[in-house]
């Protein structure tokens, strides 16, 4: 009895400033949506937040079809969330996993077209490894300039995302266009396409990501090498002293950061995408962001931050049909969950929380990252 | 002048912080015109809060502050230095990267209209005032060019640009040479003969004991006594400090050296600026004994450590320990052969101040078991990080709740106990202590001495970097002294006696 | 041999080309150069004093989408000249407000600055989108009006050497002609100025400033709406100065860019400016490169590069300038660190 | 079709391709003609906005299941998932703009094709007329987008069949929404001594258009009538290319409240009206004979005698 209830309060602890951003972004996007429905042709309309987070809800969870499409578009965020989060751990920001999961689901397409006669059990691994593959030397490329010559990975990650939309396009149209088609693309998946578990496509990719939530956690919590990365994010120089390689360590780091976000892109690409264009876009990318922050960098928290992202994308498009709520709404919703985490000082305020854990602290190697250090004096 | 109305007045100041440390309760404090004023205390005690609420950089819970008799309220540092408070902080507040003019008149900068800069004018008082206090200073070079001693002077020169009146100096001492000591001691009583009153905080008994007028001693944030500096000594003022009786001088016994350990021949290494830090060392260290390096700070050392123990590319020369070649063998692979390396810097080195105490004390063997095993020995073994947490805190007396509060949590002096003895394995071949003791009060210095004698005479070789003379003197076997990368000369311990020790430090003897 | 030969030949020819167009790249690369710069800029104040601002795309975004609602809203009822100038005050004051939301989080609320930047950013995106939808497309279609570019007398723009020069600079749109300024004015501030003292001092080592009496904060507060006021500057220039027109995420990346120009000029505004113009003319290049193709091998050559690559150029040519040519640059100490007033409150 | 059984009209909700809904090109426009065309029949319009490639098959779905009975897709890119939903769903009529089909096509599902290159062409005899130093240029979006590319060519013949010898400098920049680019390309172009300038880049070649007028040169739009929709742009824009998006869609919802499900590729052209080009501005005086070209042409195409790309 006591035990549960010990439990329920570590777990309050560690959740409730999540919980509480989240119900206060709701809260505030509420009045976001009732100011501006002033310019839509119904006019002021003060119930117009329900309407729109019911059909967000009953999008999302309303039915079997709903929860399915929950889980699919959350797998891929449940990845590039621990991508980010990964990357974090290290103090490292990684905004490239936009590009990493481009070059992922890409160099899976290829692969999987090129095997799409041979049989699913060989050919949708090979696609797969294609695509973490690809993601890794994408991350590789930004770890290892950081390492060695301290060109900052927030700079050159975004850079290298612009680089991998354009030089896509390039090989698309100009090595592996498929014939046969009225516009620049991969050939059919076929075999490759990984299995669909139950009806309405809950593919291999979802139990697949959720493994990965426990691989990662293992990684940082069990072993050297976590405890390595860890260290060389929380004060590189104590890390380079205890004998650890900050260099290797980094690259190391950012290239498991790629290829988490590679094995994002080859689960999108095989389990639902099927083929590569130019002009598919990775918002994955970006929302793997919020995911990592909302998840606080722990892998189980990115699970569900992941599931409910995944949910917001799955009811977006009911709200959009019932209401005439704009689905920009969920970025915004977005900005404010992070801007809630980011200050949770305003949660504590308004919902008079203490002494819970502060969910940035464990973050706050990011922004030092930036300039490389703590300034004379500034070390307590 | 003892009977002059005092200048400063501090009544009932106490300062609890949100953490909950009680450091300042109740404390009276009366300072005279043209008076040195001496704060003794254990680390911890609650000097710098005390300065640091006077600077208005802390406020106080209760308690009074009257300047020439008159009750005040200081919320900022501007409002200090408008009554006449100058503050030389325990940590430089100075800017590296500013030219010294534009340290000096940072804030009160002299302006033409438009707000732009007038350093000219700037640079010519400063050297106006540079010349009254017998400084010798070019107010266009950056502080990072200063020596230490020289970036001790701006900082004087900070306050008196300001009018100080109360010039507050913590700690201004640790890191100076004898040499630098003696010539600070110098401007502070200029000050003094012109009307200044002036609080000096140090730990070195001996400094305090020739400098102040009146020693008040702050112990667990009360003040515990006042003494003039003819009605007491050393040992008395420690007792005070600290409660107890303390021995000052260690007893070092007598050393069996053995088969020589550490063998360092033509080393050379650069500088983070790429300038040659390191020309040629040659030294070597025996098993049982411990070689002490004294030198002037800045003249080679930190990059010397960090050469040996790995974390500074050697640009020349050897480094062999035990008949191993180690020059350029790595930090992981240093550590298997036998060295160990107590750091300068806990907080930039030496700990993980976010991490729990029993992973800070595993920290530099982390990935040997028993830490780590398993498949490929990447699994870490918590229990055996849990046990060895235990047994060191218990025998390094490391006060801290329980091995999993963060190590960020504990005072400076139970910090460094914490890296003192993760350091002091038992299967030592060689220990590389730099600035061991720093900052530590003569408690923690006790203790730490003593450990270091017993791990010689157990048999390890122990290189000793000190900027502490009297430190590197009565711990040492053999003193060599360090002047401008290069070993100028050797003592045996019997014939290292301090004015000799320290003429070398300061010119480097013939060759310089 | 012959290969070698040839391969020296066409760089040589590639030389000349480059020295031939170089006429074509000069009057374009400015305006290519002019978010960038303002971008940059915004970086160089706020990293100055210590606050780093990865949120300066979300900044522009919003600034560029302000500017053109006003534009818009007003172009009708005050005529296109006023509507314009009061649709780059909003932008500058938008990007002041901003910027504004920014110190408060990261100075007072001492939020992560990475992650607020971030937060910055989407925001910016889901905001102007959503109001775009809710308000300017069901309005139809219609142009905020865009600000006419300044044109040198032909006598001054063809004056041998010093012609194309002055047309790089002063044959453009105001907001354009305008960075040169704000760089000289700003480099000078920087470093001659009272201000410029103390943005450098909090910037490096706010305690010390502190400890002389410098309000840490005060300072930090008025660089960053200071800065990000130039972020709205360069908002209002894609929408007012450059197209006329607003759509969604058309910063396009133009903010990070900006923070490669920033740190490839070392954080000073002549530097960054510098870096601005460099990645311009990279973009330049890409675009004369395909227009102008010179005759013969270098010219088949050159036709036979994929346009992606072009365009891939200026993201390729920073990565490779961050990580050889500018190395391991050192930031303002202090920079991205949050201030703490210990013992406080 | 199932449509007005419910009572309430047809139920006809869009698909946008991936991004945005107001990109003044074909998802806008596609939604005005869904708009247009519910009005005509008396039926509800509805769109959904795609943020990813990978959110294509659950918003067609989500239209599927709320029992839609007609759904628009836009973009050759959900071709591949309007296809799919086509086949499973064989009572609601599906529309794909610019979406090429190949067989078997199923019977409720039709295509809706443009012939870029005759608008092209027409706007190619435009700028063959008018230049006077005999180079014209082009600024494409994406050189990998089929209709971009089969504007430009029809351009590019046009004006070299219209005066032979002229030179028609082509840019892809990559790119539909970097209005600097646009610019700076077509500032390129002026430099060359090119004097009129048509755009097929979306923002991009808005940014192309003002850097033609503030050159005080000729600019060409595309699409619809850039004229109206980049007022900024008036003073220089002579014609724009007209791909007529709206009316297209329209008219397949009007099609299928007459005669029922609508298949195969249908292609919108001069034979149908489907392309064209705005009226003539900016040109006092309009240059003798040039009305009865364009119209020539338009007749020609009509008639299969002009081929705008051999
Ligand atoms: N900002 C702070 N927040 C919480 N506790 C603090 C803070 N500053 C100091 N303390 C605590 O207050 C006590 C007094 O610290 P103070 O720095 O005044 O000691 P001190 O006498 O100057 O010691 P030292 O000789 O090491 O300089 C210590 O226990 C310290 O841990
Ligand atoms: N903001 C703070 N919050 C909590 N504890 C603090 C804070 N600032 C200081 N402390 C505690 O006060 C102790 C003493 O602080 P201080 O910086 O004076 O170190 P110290 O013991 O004097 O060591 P040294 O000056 O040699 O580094 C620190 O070890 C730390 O545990
Ligand atoms: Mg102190
Ligand atoms: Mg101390």
Same mark, same amino acid.
């Not at chain 2, 009307?195 to 007028?213: C, Q, R, T, Y």
């Not at chain 2, 235990?390 to 005072?411: C, H, N, Q």
């Not at chain 3, 500057?233 to 120009?261: P, V």
């Given at each position: 009895?006591s ?5 329920a309060?570590?777990?309050w602890?560690v959740?409730s ?8 972004a709701?809260?505030v ?9 002033v ?5 002021l309309?003060?119930?117009l937040?329900?309407?729109a987070?019911?059909s967000?809800l009953?999008g999302?969870?309303?039915s079997?079809t ?5 889980l699919?578009?959350a ?7 621990? /991508?980010?989060? $990964? #990357?974090?751990k =290290?103090?490292? @920001?990684?905004? !490239?996993?936009?590009g ?5 689901a890409?160099a899976?397409?290829?692969?999987g077209?090129?095997l799409a006669d ?9 696609a797969?490894? /294609?695509?973490? $593959? #690809?993601?890794? =030397?994408f991350? @590789?490329?930004? !770890?290892?300039l950081?390492?060695r010559?301290g ?7 975004i ?8 030089l896509?396009t390039?090989?698309v149209?100009?090595l592996?266009r498929?014939?046969?088609f009225s516009f620049?693309?991969t050939?059919?998946?076929g075999?490759?396409?990984?299995p669909?578990?139950l009806p ?5 990719g979802?139990?697949?990501a ?9 990684l ?9 990365i860890?260290t ?9 002293y205890?004998?650890m390689?900050p ?19 080859a689960i999108?690409?095989l389990?639902?995408i ?5 002009g ?9 962001i ?5 998840g ?5 928290g990115?699970?569900?931050?992941a ?11 009911l ?7 704009p689905i920009e ?12 985490l ?5 949660v504590r305020?308004?919902?008079r929380?203490r002494?819970t854990?502060p969910v940035?602290?464990e973050l706050?190697t ?7 250090g703590?300034?004379p004096?500034?070390?307590? | 002048?003892g009977?002059?109305?005092p ?8 300062k ?11 404390i ?7 008076e ?7 680390n ?12 208005g950089?802390?406020t ?8 020439d ?11 200090a ?12 507040m ?11 008149v ?9 707000g ?12 106006l005032l ?11 070079s ?10 001790q ?5 900070k ?18 040479t004898?040499?630098e000591t003696r ?23 001996d ?26 000594n050393?040992n ?15 007893d070092?016994g ?22 040659d830090a390191?020309?040629?060392?040659d030294?070597?260290?025996r098993a ?7 030198g002037?700070a ?26 191993h070649?180690l ?11 036998g060295?160990a ?8 080195y030496g700990?993980?101040l976010?991490y729990?105490?029993?992973?800070n004390?595993a920290?530099?063997?982390?990935g040997d ?9 990447i ?18 007396d490391?006060r801290?709740?329980?091995?999993k509060?963060?190590?960020?949590t ?6 460094q106990?914490v890296?003192?003895?993760?350091e002091?394995r038992?299967?030592?071949k ?11 009060d ?12 017993g ?15 009297d430190?590197?003197?009565d711990?040492?076997d ?6 401008r990368g290069r070993?100028?000369g050797?003592?045996?311990a019997?014939?290292?006696q301090r004015?000799?020790?320290g003429?070398l430090m300061a ?6 | ?22 006429p074509d ?7 290519l150069?002019?978010?960038l ?12 004093s210590?606050?780093v601002?990865i ?9 560029a989408?302000?500017?053109?609602l ?13 509507s ?7 932008a ?5 407000l ?14 992560d600055?990475?992650i607020?930047?971030?937060?910055m950013?989407?925001?910016a ?7 775009n ?15 006419a570019?300044?044109?040198?007398p032909d006598?001054?723009?063809n ?12 044959d ?7 960075v ?8 000078f501030a ?5 201000w410029?003292?103390?943005t450098?001092a ?5 305690k ?6 410098i309000?840490?904060?005060r ?17 209002a ?5 450059s ?5 969604n ?11 490669a120009a920033m ?6 505004p002549?530097?960054?400016?510098a870096?601005?113009?460099l990645?311009?003319?990279?973009t330049a290049?890409?675009?004369v490169?395909?227009i102008?193709?010179p ?9 036979s590069?994929p346009s992606n690559w072009?365009?891939a150029?200026?993201?390729l040519?920073?990565i490779?300038?961050l990580?050889?040519?500018v190395g391991?640059s050192?930031?303002p100490?202090?920079d ?7 013992g406080?409150? | ?5 419910l ?11 991936i991004g945005?809904l107001e ?14 065309g519910a009005?005509a029949?008396?039926?509800?319009a509805?769109?959904?906005v ?7 098959k ?5 239209f ?5 009975d007609?759904?628009?897709?836009v973009g050759?890119?959900i071709?591949?998932e ?7 769903n064989?009572?609601i009529?599906?529309?794909g703009?610019?979406?090429?089909i190949?067989?078997?096509?199923p019977?409720n ?7 870029e290159a005759?608008?092209g062409?027409?706007?190619?005899i435009v700028?063959?007329?008018?230049t006077?130093s005999?180079?014209?240029g082009?600024?494409g979006g994406?050189e990998d ?6 504007y430009i060519?029809g351009?590019q ?22 209005p600097?680019k646009?610019?700076?390309s ?21 940014g ?8 005080k ?5 595309v ?9 900024d742009?008036?003073?220089?824009i002579v014609?724009?290319?007209?791909k ?6 329209r008219?397949?919802?009007?099609r ?5 499900k ?5 292609t919108?052209d001069a034979?149908?009206?489907g392309?064209g080009y ?7 005086p309009?240059p003798a004979g040039l009305?009865?070209k364009?119209k020539?042409?338009?007749?020609d195409?009509?008639s299969g ?6």
């Amino acid at each position: 009895m006591s035990r549960l209830r010990q439990a329920a309060r570590r777990i309050w602890r560690v959740a409730s400033i999540p919980l509480l951003a989240i119900v206060l972004a709701f809260i505030v996007a509420a009045f976001v949506i009732v100011i501006s429905s002033v310019f839509t042709s119904t006019g002021l309309d003060v119930f117009l937040p329900l309407g729109a987070y019911g059909s967000l809800l009953a999008g999302a969870f309303g039915s079997g079809t709903g929860i399915v499409n929950t889980l699919v578009a959350a797998a891929p965020l449940i990845l590039g969330g621990l /991508a980010v989060g $990964l #990357g974090f751990k =290290a103090g490292l @920001f990684n905004i !490239g996993v936009a590009g990493q999961f481009l070059v992922g689901a890409f160099a899976a397409a290829v692969v999987g077209a090129r095997l799409a006669d041979s049989p699913t059990v060989l050919a949708a691994p090979a696609a797969m490894v /294609a695509g973490a $593959l #690809g993601g890794a =030397a994408f991350g @590789f490329i930004p !770890g290892f300039l950081k390492a060695r010559t301290g060109a900052h990975e927030v700079v050159t990650t975004i850079m290298l995302n612009n680089a991998a939309v354009l030089l896509l396009t390039w090989a698309v149209n100009d090595l592996v266009r498929a014939p046969g088609f009225s516009f620049p693309r991969t050939g059919e998946i076929g075999n490759s396409a990984l299995p669909v578990l139950l009806p309405r496509n809950l593919h291999l990719g979802i139990p697949l990501a959720v493994l990965f939530v426990f691989a990662v956690r293992w990684l940082l919590d069990r072993t050297t090498i976590g405890f390595e990365i860890r260290t060389v994010g929380q004060n590189p120089n104590a890390a380079r002293y205890a004998g650890m390689r900050p260099v290797f360590v980094t690259t190391l780091t950012m290239t498991l950061s790629g290829l988490l976000a590679g094995i994002a892109g080859a689960i999108q690409m095989l389990g639902v995408i099927g083929f590569y264009a130019p002009g598919i876009t990775a918002s994955v990318g970006f929302d793997s962001i919020a995911v990592a922050l909302l998840g606080r960098s722990d892998p189980i928290g990115i699970l569900f931050a992941a599931i409910l992202f995944g949910a917001f994308r799955a009811g977006a498009p009911l709200m959009q049909i019932e209401t005439s709520v704009p689905i920009e709404i969920i970025d915004i919703i977005q900005a404010l969950v992070i801007l809630f985490l980011a200050a949770d000082l305003i949660v504590r305020r308004v919902f008079r929380v203490r002494s819970t854990k502060p969910v940035i602290s464990e973050l706050a190697t990011v922004a030092r990252t930036w300039a490389g250090g703590t300034p004379p004096g500034g070390a307590t | 002048m003892g009977d002059q109305p005092p200048v400063l007045e501090m009544r009932g100041i106490t300062k609890r912080f949100p953490t909950g440390t009680l450091a300042n309760d109740a404390i009276d404090l009366e300072v005279r015109p043209g008076e040195i004023h001496a704060l003794l205390g254990e680390n911890g005690a609650g000097k710098s809060t005390l300065m640091n609420i006077l600077y208005g950089l802390v406020t106080p819970d209760a308690g009074e502050i009257r300047i020439d008799g008159q009750p005040v309220t200081i919320h900022d540092p501007a409002d200090a230095i408008a009554r006449g408070i100058g503050m030389v902080h325990q940590h430089f507040m100075l800017i590296p990267v500013l030219a010294v003019a534009e340290n000096v008149v940072l804030g009160q900068e002299i302006v033409r209209p438009g707000g732009i800069l007038d350093l000219g004018e700037a640079a010519a008082r400063i050297n106006l005032l540079a010349k009254k206090l017998g400084f010798d200073i070019d107010p266009s070079s950056k502080i990072e060019e200063l020596s230490v001693g020289q970036q001790q002077r701006v900082e004087i020169l900070k306050a008196i640009y300001r009018n100080a009146r109360i010039l507050v100096l913590d700690e201004p001492t640790a890191v100076l040479t004898p040499q630098e000591t003696r010539e600070i001691f110098e401007v502070l009583r200029r000050l003094r003969a012109e009307g200044a009153s002036i609080i000096f905080i140090s730990h070195k008994l001996d400094e305090v004991l020739e400098i102040a007028d009146r020693i008040t001693v702050i112990r667990r944030g009360k003040v515990v006594g006042s003494r003039r500096p003819a009605e007491t000594n050393a040992n008395d003022l420690a007792e005070l400090m600290v409660g107890r009786a303390v021995s000052l001088r260690v007893d070092r016994g007598r050393s069996h050296p053995g088969a020589s350990m550490l063998e360092v021949t033509g080393l050379r290494a650069k500088n983070d600026r790429g300038q040659d830090a390191l020309q040629g060392i040659d030294l070597s260290v025996r098993a049982g004994e411990i070689v002490g390096i004294a030198g002037v700070a800045g003249n080679g050392q930190e990059e010397l450590v960090e050469a040996l123990i790995g974390l500074r590319k050697p640009t020349g020369g050897t480094i062999r320990l035990g008949g191993h070649d180690l020059t350029s063998a790595s930090v992981d692979r240093r550590r298997d052969r036998g060295m160990a390396f107590v750091p300068a810097d806990r907080h930039k080195y030496g700990l993980v101040l976010t991490y729990p105490l029993d992973d800070n004390l595993a920290l530099t063997r982390y990935g040997d078991p028993p830490f780590a095993g398993g498949f490929a020995g990447i699994i870490r073994n918590f229990r055996a990080i849990a046990e060895n947490a235990i047994r060191l805190m218990k025998e390094f007396d490391i006060r801290a709740p329980d091995p999993k509060v963060p190590a960020g949590t504990l005072s400076g002096g139970n910090q460094q106990k914490v890296v003192v003895a993760r350091e002091f394995r038992h299967d030592l071949k060689l220990l590389v202590l730099d600035q061991p003791t720093r900052g530590l009060d003569v408690g923690s210095i006790e203790f730490i001495h003593k450990q270091v004698i017993g791990r010689r005479d157990g048999g390890a070789a122990v290189l000793l970097i000190s900027a502490e003379l009297d430190e590197v003197l009565d711990l040492s076997d053999r003193v060599l002294v360090m002047f401008r990368g290069r070993i100028v000369g050797t003592f045996p311990a019997e014939e290292a006696q301090r004015e000799k020790v320290g003429l070398l430090m300061a010119t480097g003897g013939a060759r310089a | 041999m012959d290969a070698i030969a040839t391969f020296f030949r066409l760089i040589w020819e590639l030389g000349v080309y480059l020295f031939t167009v170089v006429p074509d790249l000069l009057p374009i690369i400015l305006a290519l150069a002019t978010p960038l710069a303002l971008g940059a800029l915004c970086g160089v104040l706020n990293e100055r004093s210590g606050v780093v601002n990865i949120g300066i795309e979300g900044i522009m975004l919003m600034a560029a989408f302000f500017a053109y609602l006003t534009g818009f809203a007003l172009h009708s009822a005050v005529g296109p000249g006023a509507s314009i100038a009061l649709g780059i005050l909003v932008a500058i004051i938008v990007g002041g407000l901003l910027g504004l939301a920014h110190a408060w989080l990261t100075v007072s609320v001492r939020a992560d600055q990475i992650i607020a930047g971030t937060m910055m950013n989407i925001a910016a995106f889901g905001v102007t989108g959503y109001l775009n939808r809710l308000i300017i497309t069901p309005s139809g279609l219609g142009g905020a009006g865009v600000i006419a570019p300044f044109h040198l007398p032909d006598a001054v723009a063809n004056l041998p050497i010093a012609g194309p020069v002055l047309v790089m600079f002063f044959d453009q749109g105001p907001i354009a002609m305008s960075v040169l300024f704000i760089v000289i004015a700003l480099q000078f501030a920087l470093f001659r100025t009272r201000w410029g003292l103390r943005t450098r001092a909090v910037g490096e080592h706010p305690k010390a400033a502190d400890t002389v009496g410098i309000d840490v904060y005060r300072q930090r507060y008025l660089n960053v709406i200071l800065g990000c006021g130039l972020a709205g500057l360069a908002g209002a220039f894609l929408t007012l100065e450059s197209t006329g027109s607003f759509q969604n995420g058309m910063t396009n990346g133009r903010g990070f860019i900006a923070l490669a120009a920033m740190i490839f000029g070392r954080w000073t505004p002549i530097g960054a400016f510098a870096g601005a113009l460099l990645f311009g003319t990279a973009t330049a290049l890409g675009v004369v490169v395909s227009i102008r193709v010179p005759e013969g091998d270098l010219g088949n050559i050159m036709r036979s590069i994929p346009s992606n690559w072009y365009a891939a150029l200026p993201y390729l040519m920073t990565i490779v300038i961050l990580a050889g040519v500018v190395g391991r640059s050192t930031p303002p100490a202090a920079d991205g660190v949050a201030y703490v007033k210990e013992g406080k409150g | 079709g199932g449509g007005g059984l419910l009572g309430g009209g047809l139920k006809i909700g869009m698909v946008t391709d991936i991004g945005q809904l107001e990109d003044k090109s074909f998802n806008e426009f596609s939604w005005k003609g869904v708009q247009d065309g519910a009005s005509a029949v008396g039926g509800t319009a509805k769109n959904i906005v795609t943020k990813d490639i990978a959110d294509y098959k659950q918003n067609i779905q989500s239209f599927v299941d709320q029992k839609y009975d007609i759904i628009v897709t836009v973009g050759f890119l959900i071709g591949t998932e309007t296809t799919a939903a086509a086949k499973a769903n064989p009572n609601i009529q599906f529309f794909g703009v610019d979406q090429f089909i190949a067989d078997p096509i199923p019977a409720n599902y039709q295509g809706l094709l443009f012939n870029e290159a005759q608008a092209g062409y027409l706007a190619g005899i435009v700028a063959g007329t008018i230049t006077k130093s005999n180079k014209i240029g082009a600024v494409g979006g994406r050189e990998d987008v089929p209709p971009v590319v089969n504007y430009i060519k029809g351009y590019q013949n046009a004006a070299q069949a219209t005066k032979p010898g002229v030179q028609v400098l082509v840019n892809y920049v990559g790119d539909f929404n970097a209005p600097d680019k646009g610019e700076a390309s077509a500032k390129t172009m002026i430099g060359q001594g090119a004097d009129v300038i048509f755009q097929v880049a979306g923002l991009t070649g808005a940014g192309a258009l003002r850097a033609a007028c503030s050159a005080k040169i000729w600019g060409i739009g595309v699409d619809v009538d850039q004229y109206q929709s980049l007022p900024d742009s008036k003073a220089c824009i002579v014609t724009s290319a007209e791909k007529r998006l709206q009316n297209a869609v329209r008219d397949g919802i009007k099609r299928f409240k007459d005669k029922g499900k609508q298949s195969g590729n249908f292609t919108n052209d001069a034979t149908n009206d489907g392309i064209g080009y705005s009226p003539l501005r900016n040109l006092n005086p309009v240059p003798a004979g040039l009305e009865d070209k364009l119209k020539q042409a338009l007749a020609d195409m009509k008639s299969g005698k002009l081929k705008p790309v051999p």
